[in-house]
Structures are given as structure tokens and as C-alpha cells.
Nanobody, 122 residues
Framework: QLQLVESGGGLVQPGGSLRLSCVGS????????IGWFRQAPGKEREGISY????????YYAPSVKGRFTISRDNAKNTVYLEMNILKPEDTAVYYC???????????????WGQGTQVTVSS
């Protein structure tokens, strides 16, 4: 079964940090562009960061730029999202997803993880 598995979420105080991991299970992520998405209660799922298959192109939504860093280690079949200076508004379920091409819309992402909860609260 082809799937992505996220981990690393949790409860953190404002200003704190977390690192999320996304591992490919049943397939290699090498040829896929990976996106991190999040969905807060009552809101639509939004894309916040993307990385291409080789890791030399990235994109960040304005809401996270300068605070979050996306990276990948293809040898470990893993993509990371380093999140710093976390804010209460970052609270959401975070998902990773894989797409076959760069610039894909959310509808074009073929594989999704189950999500990991991130809660930023004092």
C-alpha cells in the first residue's frame, strides 16, 4: 500500500519549535514533489510549503516564510518541515502529500498522509 506517514506534531508554546517528518511507505519519494499542507478547524486546507524532487527548489506561503524550512533526505525517503517561532495561528493538522510535477494544485496531489496535530498554546 502506497502511503505517506507524518510524525513530529504535538503541543508547543508560542515561540517554540517542532520538526515534522514525512516518510514514504511502499514507494520512494525520490521522483515526487512534496508539499506540506495544514488545515485548521473550520478552515480550508492550505498549502504552506513545497519542495521539488531534487530538493533545489522550494516555496513558502507568506504566512510561514522566514519561520519554516522544508528539506528532504532522499536516502532516508523522508521530507522534513522545520517550524520555528510558532504562533497560535499555526495550530492545525499538518499533512504531507506527493505530486508528480512541480506547480501542482492541491487536487493534483496523488498521495496523502493521515496528518499530525500541531497545537501552539501557552
Amino acid at each position: 500500500q502506497l502511503q505517506l506517514v507524518e510524525s513530529g506534531g504535538g503541543l508547543v508554546q508560542p515561540g517554540g519549535s517542532l520538526r515534522l517528518s514525512c516518510v514514504g511507505s511502499g514507494f520512494t519519494l525520490d521522483y515526487y514533489n512534496i508539499g506540506w499542507f495544514r488545515q485548521a478547524p473550520g478552515k480550508e486546507r492550505e498549502g504552506i510549503s513545497y519542495i521539488n524532487s531534487s530538493g533545489d527548489s522550494t516555496y513558502y506561503a507568506p504566512s510561514v516564510k522566514g519561520r519554516f524550512t522544508i528539506s528532504r533526505d532522499n536516502a532516508k525517503n523522508t521530507v522534513y518541515l522545520e517550524m520555528n517561532i510558532l504562533k497560535p495561528e499555526d495550530t492545525a493538522v499538518y499533512y504531507c502529500a506527493a505530486a508528480a510535477y512541480w506547480g501542482a494544485t492541491i487536487l493534483d496531489y496523488d498521495y496523502w498522509g493521515q496528518g499530525t496535530q500541531v497545537t501552539v498554546s501557552s
